[in-house]
């Protein structure tokens, strides 16, 4: 069967990978230790390489799949095991229809890669565990003290919803079409509650409005305080008045956007 392009399908074909990315969903946190948990969803299952290993870990799999030929073939490469497949475009797939604890596994599509994040982690009902192939940029993004980056608007984001983990790194030529471009496994464990709110959340976006230009000239774009201000709360609250968005913490903005209103 021929991928489609327009779909961004790239079809992972090495087990090792493909058993390690099942195996790290399995793999529970603490917190999780006293649910029974049985169910695994998968976004994009495709041909079904990874949904046959998380079926050997998992007592049932949902399977949301976007392309219907894929979808109506995949139960028949896996008769008698309890996969049920979902035709649907997972950023519209009602997640209030899982009805048990369950974690979440995929190689996803680049292009649809921050969607789906935050749909899972603002989701009522978040998994216990997410574990995805993604573009390895945008995990390392994701995850910028590990990767040894600069934070950026969709790591605090996440920060605030999830502790986050660096998994392997599968290069482009395990892919059945090779992308452009390496993947790497990003693992995120839902917090109980979130760290902080929306209103916060919409602060430090905004204070990315322009990530090259100096913290203070952004907050003074879209605050009530000049610029010189700013600087006067930021050298108050301790911060370089020099600094960038991206040198601050979650902790740093949250007691920021406290101070500044």
């Not at 799999?61 to 139960?75: M, R």
């Not at 519209?92 to 749909?119: F, M, Q, R, S, W």
């Not at 395990?174 to 992308?179: D, I, Q």
Request: charged share 25%.
């Amino acid at each position: 069967m021929k991928n489609k392009k327009s779909l961004g399908q790239n079809w992972l074909k090495d087990r090792p990978t493909l058993e390690a990315i099942a195996d790290l969903a399995c793999d529970l946190p603490e917190e999780s230790l006293d649910k029974e948990i049985g169910l695994c969803v998968e976004i994009g299952p495709g041909l079904g390489t990874l949904t046959s290993s998380l079926l050997r870990r998992f007592s049932e799999v949902i399977a949301v799949e976007v392309d219907k030929e894929l979808a109506s073939n995949l139960p028949k490469s896996f008769p008698g095991k309890n996969l049920k497949v979902i035709n649907a475009d997972f950023l519209k797939y009602d997640l209030e229809e899982v009805k048990e604890p369950y974690v979440v596994a995929g190689n996803i599509p680049y292009y649809i890669t921050t969607p789906i994040i935050e749909k899972l982690l603002t989701a009522e009902n978040r998994p216990e565990k997410i574990v995805l192939l993604v573009q390895k940029e945008v995990a390392d993004k994701i995850c910028p003290i590990e990767s040894k980056l600069n934070n950026s608007s969709l790591s605090l984001f996440v920060d605030n919803y999830a502790e986050t983990h660096l998994g392997p790194i599968v290069t482009k030529d395990n892919f059945t079409p090779p992308p452009k471009v390496d993947s790497r496994v990003i693992i995120l464990t839902p917090r109980r509650s979130p760290i902080s709110d929306k209103i916060t959340l919409d602060f430090i976006h905004k204070s990315f409005g322009n990530p090259r230009k100096k913290l203070s000239a952004n907050l003074a774009a879209f605050t009530n305080h000049s610029k010189s201000k700013i600087e006067d709360i930021l050298e108050d609250l301790g911060f370089n008045v020099n600094a960038r968005p991206a040198d601050l913490s979650l902790q740093d903005y949250i007691m920021l956007a406290k101070t500044i209103k």
